[in-house]
């Protein structure tokens, strides 16, 4: 299958930005997806970004992808407690997405008062 | 409405029992997963169902049957599981052609 890598932990303070990465290997992804996990919780998808688009921006939210070296971001502004938890990046297989999705393994965001 | 609800939110079944886990959509979307997430790990596709039909089985366990009676359930049917099969099972729902998929809370299954 193919592999989406991410670190397993950052720790920031709380008021800075965030930043978690992501590196997949499929070029023909068709779209990147950022997940939230809290624990003990589902899955509360975050936003998604067409493979191609460059950036997109959704309130304190912004996601980044470079397709040339299969690298995507997510940077969270203003981190909160509220914002610690489980990030997951994922692809659609290949044939697209209603094939399911591959994860990563989870950045575990902590937050520092 | 973008819920998926599944029940129930925790199981415990012994190693002989028959058991089914639920999951409910009422956004229109016409496919259905089940995904399955041991402890620290990320979740893992076990089945696909577009428009009610088994598309993907990604070699799953006979002891693991998956139903999807009609555009809005998804039932994933348990029987002579083991222990190494606890974990939490998360099911999702997305618009065929696929953009977001949403997941529900999941069902918290141990096999004692």
Redesign the interface.
């Known amino acids: 299958g193919e592999d989406v890598e991410q670190s397993l932990f950052l720790s920031v303070r709380e008021g800075d930005s965030s930043v978690i990465n992501c590196t997949y290997t499929d070029s023909s992804s068709t779209y990147l997806y950022w997940y939230k996990q809290e624990p003990g919780a589902g899955l509360q998808l975050l936003t998604y970004i067409f493979s191609n688009m460059d950036m997109k921006q959704d309130q304190r939210l912004t996601v980044l992808l470079n397709k040339k070296d299969k690298h995507l971001s997510l940077r969270i502004a203003d981190t909160q407690t509220g914002d610690s938890a489980i990030y997951f990046c994922a692809e659609s297989m290949p044939g697209g997405g209603a094939d399911g999705l591959t994860f990563g393994k989870g950045t575990h965001l902590i937050i520092q008062p | 409405d973008t819920e998926?609800t599944?029940t129930p939110k925790h199981l415990v079944m012994g190693m002989t029992n028959k058991k089914s886990l639920k999951c409910e959509q009422h956004m229109g979307h016409r496919?259905m997963?089940w995904?399955k997430q041991k402890a620290k790990?990320?979740?893992?596709?076990m089945f696909?169902y577009?428009y009610e039909k088994l598309?993907?089985n990604?070699s799953v366990p006979s002891r693991f049957s998956p139903e999807c009676p009609n555009s809005s359930l998804l039932n994933l049917h348990l029987h002579a599981l083991q222990p190494e099969d606890s974990a939490l099972y998360?099911c999702?729902s997305?618009p065929?052609?696929?953009?977001?998929?949403?997941?529900?809370?999941?069902t918290?299954l141990t096999v004692v």
């Open positions: 998926v599944q496919a997963y995904y790990k990320p979740p893992e596709l696909v577009s598309s993907i990604e998360l999702a997305s065929t052609g696929a953009t977001e998929a949403f997941f529900g809370q999941g918290r």
